[in-house]
């Protein structure tokens, strides 16, 4: 009989504390980019002739460049940030919603510690260049933030 008065109690603070799944806060998706967030090629410019050897700067607005792998030290990635992966060649991108990985060693380069130019040294002719920034695994922002495709020619 004792454990039949309990039971009030147990119901009465079963309404008080809040369930596991009430009114929970939807979080953010981790690699969710902010609305205007842009990335661009500084240069060369489109349509520029450039020495076989040439050197690629990349721009950002509206996030932050962090290396790959880097988080907090609780584990959580820093929102709002990424690196730099630079597309040559490639007529079509890759999948926005896994990894980036390379189909050849020189189709998409990684610039997975935080490196916002590096050199070229591409054949003689006409190359394409485009950025993608992408979290801490590599994985591009959604929305994408990518760059506009721009030309190059290598002089011979």
Request: glycine share 8%.
């Amino acid at each position: 009989m004792k454990n039949m008065r309990s039971i009030p109690w147990m119901v009465l603070l079963g309404l008080l504390l809040p369930s596991p799944n009430f009114a929970q806060e939807e979080k953010p998706k981790l690699n969710s980019s902010p609305a205007g967030a842009k990335v661009y090629i500084v240069r060369p410019a489109d349509g520029r002739t450039v020495k076989r050897k040439f050197k690629v700067v990349f721009g950002l607005t509206g996030m932050g460049v962090c290396p790959a792998g880097l988080t907090a030290a609780d584990g959580t990635p820093f929102p709002d940030t990424g690196h730099h992966h630079l597309v040559i060649n490639k007529e079509a991108l890759p999948a926005m919603d896994m990894p980036l990985i390379t189909d050849k060693p020189t189709d998409v380069l990684h610039f997975g510690k935080g490196q916002t130019e590096t050199m070229l040294d591409l054949p003689p002719g006409k190359h394409t260049l485009q950025l993608i920034f992408a979290d801490y695994a590599h994985v591009p922002h959604n929305p994408p933030v990518i760059s506009p495709k721009i030309t190059v020619t290598v002089e011979d």
